[in-house]
């Protein structure tokens, strides 16, 4: 079912409409999950726990089976900390990703996101590989608030750009540095040398507060599939899912972070500037769930 006119919500209120507790509840519940890409074994595995709850309180009320299921849910999202590390001055978060997962739209909402909290913002584009990018990351910085510290020359060394961007950050007092970084996965170990000179580079000069890579939620496990690389090499803190229809897709969540044993730290769930939020197990599992 299309995604525009399926969700989470929707399909569990007719779960807990019921008068009481039977097995094609638990049937209903099973299909739910799994079509919110919560994937076939953390499905059964929130399946098994809820009928061991539901027998330890002897209840029939579907009432009681939402309330539980937001509880075991959040307990699940909460396994993971999921605090953006950002106290060093400057603090500098690399990003990290494929290309087309929407790494550079993500930057400009993630300088949006800081500034709300009254935080100066530079980005680093040290995606000095496509051209476009620099262009279409210094519109996306702009809408965000931010500086942006560009290459000088085409073609020049990421890492160079990277150094200029937190010698920027450090001349005028600006409190977080976002460096982009290239995409291309066609050459895994260049582009993982890449990113280990930018990092050797700016740890000269201040340490890394965050990794951060970009995944795309509508890919599902292929997107983790495709990230390995980065999740091997790049030193990953922590995953921003973008393209995500909280309701619909919420699963890939839990999914990614058991996947990964990363967790998740920012979610886009819209196209607007303003559309990138922190991630909050307890928020998060009633929004599924109510």
Same mark, same amino acid.
């Given at each position: 079912m299309a995604e525009s006119?399926?969700? /989470?919500?929707?399909?569990?209120?007719?779960?807990?409409?019921?008068?009481?507790?039977?097995?094609t509840t638990w049937e209903d519940l099973e299909t739910a999950l799994i079509t919110a890409d919560f994937g076939p074994d953390i499905?059964?595995?929130?399946?098994?726990? /809820?009928?061991?709850?539901?027998?330890?309180?002897?209840t029939t009320d579907p009432r009681d089976l939402q309330r539980m299921l937001k509880e075991t849910l959040e307990e699940h999202f909460a396994k993971f900390d999921t605090t953006l590390r950002l106290t060093e001055r400057p603090a500098v978060v690399l990003v990290v990703g494929v290309n087309g997962v929407g790494k550079t739209t993500t930057i400009g909402k993630?300088?949006?996101?800081?500034?709300r909290y009254g935080r100066s913002v530079v980005v680093g584009a040290a995606d000095t590989f496509r051209a476009a990018a620099v262009d279409q990351l210094a519109t996306w910085a702009e809408r965000g608030g931010a500086a942006i510290v560009r290459p000088q020359h085409e073609g020049q060394d990421?890492?160079?750009?990277?150094?200029?961007?937190?010698?920027? $950050?450090?001349?005028?007092?600006?409190?977080?540095?976002?460096?982009?970084?290239?995409?291309r996965l066609h050459t895994k170990?260049?582009?993982?040398?890449?990113?280990?000179?930018i990092r050797r580079v700016i740890e000269k000069q201040a340490p890394i507060s965050e990794v951060l890579l970009v995944l795309d939620a509508t890919t599902g496990q292929n997107g983790v599939m495709q990230a390995q690389a980065f999740l091997e090499h790049a030193g990953v803190t922590g995953l921003?899912?973008?393209?995500?229809?909280?309701?619909?897709?919420?699963?890939?969540?839990? $999914?990614?972070?058991?996947?990964?044993?990363?967790?998740v730290k920012l979610l886009g769930q819209g196209e607007g500037i303003g559309d990138l939020t922190g991630f909050t197990p307890h928020v998060f599992a009633a929004s599924l769930v109510e």
């Open positions: 006119t399926w969700s /989470l919500g929707r399909a569990l209120r007719g779960v807990f409409v019921k008068p009481t507790i039977d097995e499905t059964e595995r929130i399946v098994d726990e /809820l009928r061991a709850k539901v027998d330890r309180y002897r993630f300088a949006k996101f800081l500034q990421p890492a160079s750009v990277a150094f200029q961007t937190i010698e920027y $950050a450090k001349r005028t007092g600006t409190e977080i540095v976002l460096v982009d970084t290239a995409g170990g260049g582009l993982m040398d890449e990113l280990g000179k921003v899912l973008t393209k995500l229809d909280g309701s619909a897709k919420g699963g890939f969540v839990l $999914a990614v972070q058991e996947r990964t044993g990363i967790p």
